[in-house]
């Protein structure tokens, strides 16, 4: 096979590239890492690669995901768990093993913590988490006092239980979490670097990204406090989305929000593209959705151990076509 392809200047935006820009790219990509690619491809591919911005955008988001395909660089995942073990043993402080580790891997520390489509964030999530799992994992704990929580794909959660409170971190992911009824009065929290959730003896949601915490409750409420001190309460069948400094409207909470413990993504006349954003959280790699049937409404329930086999579904009963530019590039399609 072909050694990596890798001509991105310096300083491009971090802006997403377009779908059809994004397709470009990977053919580009297929092409020159096939045994067939010439010189002439690769001449061509340079003078594609600067017509624009958008297109080295696009170049460095092909490169970004390709990379959690490709065996980590010179070793580097027993390095960084050997760095995680030393940290955890204290002999390290958590910004020196994060440069640690950025330099195993040949990035720089912003560069490293933001390559978001790798092995890294996996191997950062395990470091300082009690429970976690990886991407298209489910896991159910109970915890001491008798309180259930699932934890979806890609999560990472502290429990720090002590005399005065109950207290759930969740650094990034999804959890569910059925709270113990009787016995323990001690207040029950979650947080999340936007604010903390206090539950009011229930059942509910919690999902945490980048951008936001959202909260769906299914029993009961929950009461929200940012970190900019706004308070909201959120009684049952209702969800809500916060940041450090704001709150969204309070909408109806949705089925799928606990729907996924049964290893199932519930789709209620949700688009397309809001279905495959869900499905893509189960795998590693693209998938893409092209405009013209990104609106498609879509009813259902699928699978989320068996991507390939929801994909089927949707093929067979939508005006879409799946196909595999590579095997971590997915892209649907109208037929």
Known sequence: MASRITAVPAGISNAEPDYKTLEAAAD????????????????????WLSQSEANARAWACIETVSQRFDPLRAGGHQAAL??????????AGRRQVLA????????????????????????????GADYRTATGEQREITLADGSRVWLNTDTALRVDY???????????????????????RRPFYVDTRYGRMQALGTRFSVHHDDGRTRLDVFESAV?????????????????????????????????????????????????????????????????GVAPEVAELGVMGVYPVNDIE???AMLESTLPIRVTRKMPWWVTVEAR
């Open 162 to 184: 002590q005399a005065g409170a109950r207290l759930l971190k969740l650094a990034a992911g999804e959890i569910l979490v059925h709270t113990a009824h009787a016995g323990d």
């Open 223 to 287: 009461e929200i406090s940012n970190t900019a001190g706004g308070v909201q309460r959120v009684a049952a069948g209702q969800r809500a989305e916060f940041t450090a400094d704001g709150f969204s409207p309070v909408l109806p909470a949705e089925r799928a929000r606990e729907a996924w413990r049964r290893g199932v993504v519930v789709a209620e006349n949700i688009t397309l593209q809001a279905l495959i954003a869900d499905l893509a959280r189960y795998q590693r790699g693209h998938i």
């Open 28 to 47: 580009w990509y297929a092409t020159l890492r096939s045994d067939a690619a010439s010189a002439a491809d690769r001449l061509a591919w340079q003078a």
């Open 100 to 127: 640690g580790l950025a330099g195993v891997f040949g990035l720089g520390l912003a560069g490293w913590m933001g390559w978001r489509h790798s092995a890294l964030p996996e191997v950062l999530l395990a470091w």
């Open 82 to 91: 050997a760095g995680i073990k030393a940290a955890r043993q204290g002999s």
């Open 309 to 311: 086999r929801a994909l």
